[in-house]
Every structure is written in C-alpha cells, then in structure tokens.
C-alpha cells in the first residue's frame, strides 16, 4: 500500500476487473487508505488524487494503526479472532469454489490448499464484506448477505483509491460520532446473544467490521500459493471458525453500498425497512444499475445512493461516472453467480436519471411483450407447468441478450426509432 500511495509504484494496477478477488484487494486498500487518512474536505481530498504522498508522510500515518493491520498478532491478528473452534480447509473462504461434497465443473475440492499471507488477508476480508456467512448462527456483513459493493474506477490505482475516500466533512455529517471505532478484532465479538445498535458503531469500526468468529492456522515453513502461485515462507491451510449468533438493530450506513427502502408487512405490522442491495437472477444488471443511481427520499419506495457516488458526483461535478461494480448472487450460503466490472456512464450523468428510467421502463415493457406471447404458445403446445418453466427460461434469455444494448442505450442514449420497434412487436 506504501508502494502505490507514495507513487513507488506506479505500474501497480487492477488487471482483471471480473475476478472477485482482484476487486476485493481494491475494496481493501479503500477501506485502509480511508481508515488511516481521511482528508479534511472536498479540496484536500483533490490534493490527494492529483499528487503522491511523501514516505515520510505515510509513516507517520500508519504508526497508529500497525498493530490493528498485524495478519500474524500474537494477541489480536488482522481480522481474526483467537479462539477454540473447529479447523476448515482454506478453500471454504474462496466463493463458490467447492468444498466437502460440493463439486463444480472446473473446480474440485482441494484445489486451493495452501495460501500466502498476502492472499490470506484477502479471502477473509471479502468473507466478512461480500459474501453469505458461512450458515445458520454465523453472522454475515454490515450490508446483508450478498451486497452489490460500488466504487468509482480509475486507470491508475492511486487515483482510483483516493476517489473512494471520503473526507472527514461528509464522514461527519453522515456517521455516528460517538461510537466505538476500535476493530472487532481488537474489542472482541459482540458477547453471544446479544443486541448491538448500529448507532453505536463509529466509523472505522463499521468499515473493518468483522462478523464472524475466524482465526487462521499460519505456518511456519516454505511453500507456493494456490491462489497467486507467489513463493512464501509462512503458509495457511486452515483456519477455525465458531458460531457466535449476536443481533445488530437498524442499518449502518456503509459508503460502498447503495440502499432501497420500502414498506415491510409482518406481525410486527408496517413500517419502512431499508435494505443494501444486492443481485439476484429475477433482477437484470441494468436495472440494478439505475437502482445503484437513484436518490429518492420515500418511506414506501426509496433509494439511497452509495455515498462514494454522492461525495464525487459533488466534488467532480460534470465529470463521466465510471464505477466498478461487483457482487454475488446467492441461494441462502451457497454462491451461485457473481458479477464483477466496470461501467462508465458519459458527463451529465446525474442530470438524464428520468431518460434512464424511461429506456428501463421500455426494456422491462419489451420483456413482458415477449413473454407474454411466448406464455400464449406453450401454454398452448407444452401445458401449464412446461409452459411456465420455459417462460421463466424465457425471462433469462431476455435479461442476457438484451444486457449489453441496455447498457449501451443508458450510457450512449437509445436509439431514436426504439419507441416505433416496440410499437411493432407489440
């Protein structure tokens, strides 16, 4: 990190924006950066983007917070917490890789078996940011069980960075001021059973919290990463994990995550109930984005943009948006799908919301034209339960071949003759 923020390294970059692990590095070293040096305002913040970091400058940051970052603490490693629990294989904390009797297509269980300390920061990061927990009585992230994480995208990683840091003025107007901001790893777990209110978490807690009760076995002894392939003389084959069920009431407000409110109907009776957002197969990636987007103040239907998209489009007013948008679509604690990549929206971006909801509002009409006519034929040709399943394949199909020119039409604008195409199929 002292490499790219000091400007040692300026070739160090992001080379795969689809892998998973790659994005959740980026996450990482935001989250770090931030931690450690927050600019005062909007104009310290674009000081830091444009130029490097002295070394010096740099030392005298971290010195505070090295013992918080400490993979192999005697006492209170990074992320972890010592504990007697159960020993797992290493490759449980690789999503959606298989494990015990799970197999895949081009995976076998195994296959990650030993990993470098720098990788073994990594998986239990994104365990704790991104992914389900691990089943029932685990906790899972601050942001629900898959979330969609959003950050903004640079070609130089520095820069890319410093735009996913706040500055101390918008931390201050939007996070709790009198919470705990000390690491779970350095209080401990919240005690079994318990309750703890989100407006008792500062902020630096909030953004290295840690919701499981993990430890990895670290090795003394040389060997070769199955993760990077990178030699090390220090390897991790297992780590243990325990169930610690604990309850966190409300919603903390995580900057990397963009949030829907809506109305909930239970025993309790209603209410609004605010959630982050995250992938599913019934929802296309395109309308995901215009959700990621959207700001609107409704107890019954309301969105609440990623605050890393609010802060920019506010210091970098005019400017084109890119992002870089990953997550994983789950089925409870099984991973079934993940997305990860970056989309660029063109200057005035934040001024064309309604154009986006209207080019969104056509595709969704142009999906239920087709399967409503496709619903007519098999239910004709196949009967109800053929018929219905092909429908729903139908809907699939639709969502993946009609992605790329959704996205081309929200970033480009649709084609002026769109209205008259749907106008005919229909």
Known sequence: MKDILCGRDPDAAIYLWRDDLEFAVLHLLVVLTQVIAAPADAGALKEREASPMTEAEYDGLIE??????????????????????????????????????????FHRPGEIAEICLSCASIVPWNQANNVPSFSGGF?????????????????????????????????????????????????????????????????????????????????EREGRCDSCGCASSRMVREFKKQRRPYEIRGLWPHPHGSVRTFQKKGKEGKGPFSVFLSLNNTIPPWRRLLDILLEKEDPADGYRRALVLTQYSQVWKGASLPMAI?????????????????????????????????????????KDILLNKMKYFFLRVLGSDAGKKAARKGAELFFERTERLVLTALQNGPPPDLKERLDLIA
């Open 326 to 366: 990953g997550g994983y679509i789950s089925d409870q604690a099984a991973i079934k799908g993940r997305r990860h990549e970056v989309i660029t929206l063109s200057a005035g971006w934040d001024e064309r919301l309604d154009e986006f909801q209207k080019i969104v509002g056509l595709a969704l009409d142009l």
């Open 64 to 105: 505070p917070y090295i013992e918080w970052f400490d993979l192999s603490h005697p006492e209170k490693p990074f992320l972890q917490i010592r504990h007697e629990g159960k020993e797992t294989a290493i490759q449980k904390l690789f999503p959606g890789l298989p494990d015990g009797n799970n197999h895949m297509f």
């Open 139 to 219: 906790k899972g992230s601050l942001r629900g069980g898959s979330p969609i994480t959003v950050l903004l995208y640079h070609p130089d990683l520095r820069r890319c960075i410093w735009r996913n840091v706040l500055s101390e003025e918008v931390i201050e107007a939007h996070f709790p001021q009198n919470g705990s901001e000390l690491p779970v790893w350095v209080t401990g777990l919240p005690v079994r059973g318990s309750a703890v209110e989100s407006a008792d978490i500062g902020f630096a807690r909030g953004l290295l919290w840690q919701p499981a009760c993990v430890e990895l076995i670290v090795e």
